[in-house]
């Protein structure tokens, strides 16, 4: 079929985040009707964001590269620097022993995965999935921010939960075997990443409130914006700098903090629910169950331990 003269073309360019679409084609869509790329990585910066080697920080070379990433353990541990599960800050080899062992072995399997995208990032789906094109590329599909139908979510992040176990975990999961799978699979496979599926309600509780506190925290480090007007000055932006550079990153930032926002209530939702779960009822004994803190233990303890720590 011939396109008559003057008719735009449009062009289908494939299941991409807005954050990939703007980061490769300087252009989202605006309307909610793309992924929306969000990260759990509060707390370092991921050398690979998964668009392809143009936007890669890894070297090639095989020694620069491990050096790289053998640097990164310092901020990685401030991962486990909450020691959730324990009554007691993890200290060192002699007073907390099984405790140490496991922390550093959870920190070189960190390093393994420090710059995975597929560990620390969930693309969501879109908010607006029955949206569609607008007559020209002129005029916005929208004037309106777009938003979750949190009745009909349909959200998958088994990945995120599975970084938020290991980060989790203690010596007494796995049947009190911990210590034996995490130094096993750094043994057996030396390419690829851990999976730390449920063990228990109690990990799970404490990987969920793990997730709450890293989306939370992005959104702290963001400011803590109060999304109802993040959209309201979006949709004034789209009245006066439709298609800007200004109106796309705001948009890709705007689906970015929606998405955290959305992911901290769920993971604290779930972790309320296993919260229950564990006490009976009795949610205010859940700190004698599954101690989580609200401030991270000493970072000199941590420090010290990612000293003693290589990245296998």
Not at 277 to 305: A, F, H, M
Request: net charge negative.
């Amino acid at each position: 079929k011939g396109i008559p003269a003057n008719h735009e073309v449009y062009d289908y360019y494939g299941k991409y985040s807005d954050s990939h679409l703007f980061a490769r084609y300087g252009f989202q869509n605006g309307d909610g009707s793309g992924y929306t790329q969000i990260s759990l990585a509060s707390l370092h910066r991921l050398l690979d964001v998964g668009l392809n080697n143009e936007f890669s920080y890894i070297p090639r070379e095989e020694e620069t590269r491990r050096d790289m990433i053998s640097n990164q353990k310092f901020v990685l541990s401030r991962y486990l620097q909450f020691d959730e599960g324990y009554s007691y800050c993890i200290e060192d080899s002699i007073k907390t022993p099984k405790a140490w062992i496991l922390k550093k072995l959870k920190l070189q399997h960190l390093l393994r995965i420090a710059n995975s995208p597929d560990r620390w990032m969930l693309n969501m789906k879109p908010r607006q999935p029955e949206s569609l094109p607008a007559p020209s590329s002129d005029v916005p599909i929208t004037a309106k921010a777009p938003t979750y139908d949190t009745e009909n979510l349909d959200f998958h992040g088994a990945n995120l939960m599975q970084l938020c176990r290991l980060i989790a975990l203690t010596w007494e999961d796995y049947d009190g075997e911990a210590i034996s799978v995490l130094r096993q699979a750094l043994e057996d496979n030396h390419d690829e990443a851990i999976v730390v599926d449920k063990q228990n309600d109690g990990l799970e509780y404490r990987a969920l409130m793990c997730m709450h506190r890293l989306s939370a925290l992005t959104l702290h480090r963001s400011g803590n914006p109060d999304m109802t007007e993040e959209g309201k000055y979006l949709e004034r932006l789209t009245g006066r700098a439709f298609a800007s550079p200004r109106w796309n990153a705001k948009h890709v930032r705007f689906g970015e903090l929606q998405g955290l926002e959305l992911l901290s209530e769920l993971a604290q939702s779930g972790g309320h629910e296993y919260g229950l779960k564990l006490t009976d009822g009795n949610i205010s004994n859940i700190p004698y169950v599954q101690p989580i803190r609200n401030y991270p233990c000493d970072w000199n303890l941590t420090e010290k331990l990612a000293n003693e720590t290589d990245y296998i």
